[in-house]
Nanobody
Framework: VQLVESGGGLVQAGDSLRLSCVAS????????MGWYRQAPGKQRELVAT????????NYADSVKGRFTISRDNVNDTMYLQMNSLKPEDTAVYYC?????????WGQGTQVTVSS
C-alpha cells in the first residue's frame, strides 16, 4: 500500500485547510486509516482515525469539534477537514493505514498556522 498526502500549506489562525491522502496498491486489505502529526521537537501524535466503512471515527481531544475525518472508499481517498486552525496545529501531518498485519505511512505534508 502506498499513501500520498496533499493539501498542506501556510495559513493564518482561524483559517481552514483540507488534507487528502490517496491510497494505492492492496487497499482492500486496509481496515483503519488515520491522520497523525508531528511538531518540531515533539513525538508523533494521533489526530484522528476512521474505520474502513467510515462508520466509526476517533479524534484527539485537541481537535474535536474543529477537525473532521472522512473517507471515500470508491476513490481510495481519505480527507481531513481542518477548521479554526490554531498555531499549535502547526506540524507535519502524516497519513496512516493499517491492515491486520502491517502499518503504512505517507511521506507527510506540512501545515503551518501563523498567529
Amino acid at each position: 500500500v502506498q499513501l500520498v498526502e496533499s493539501g498542506g500549506g501556510l495559513v493564518q489562525a482561524g483559517d481552514s485547510l483540507r488534507l487528502s491522502c490517496v491510497a494505492s496498491g492492496s487497499t482492500i486489505s486496509i481496515n483503519v486509516m488515520g491522520w497523525y502529526r508531528q511538531a518540531p521537537g515533539k513525538q508523533r501524535e494521533l489526530v484522528a482515525t476512521i474505520t474502513s466503512g467510515g462508520g466509526r471515527t476517533n479524534y484527539a481531544d485537541s481537535v474535536k469539534g474543529r477537525f473532521t475525518i472522512s473517507r471515500d472508499n470508491v476513490n481510495d481517498t481519505m480527507y481531513l477537514q481542518m477548521n479554526s486552525l490554531k498555531p499549535e496545529d502547526t506540524a507535519v501531518y502524516y497519513c496512516n493505514a493499517r491492515s491486520l498485519t502491517r502499518i503504512y505511512w505517507g511521506q507527510g505534508t506540512q501545515v503551518t498556522v501563523s498567529s
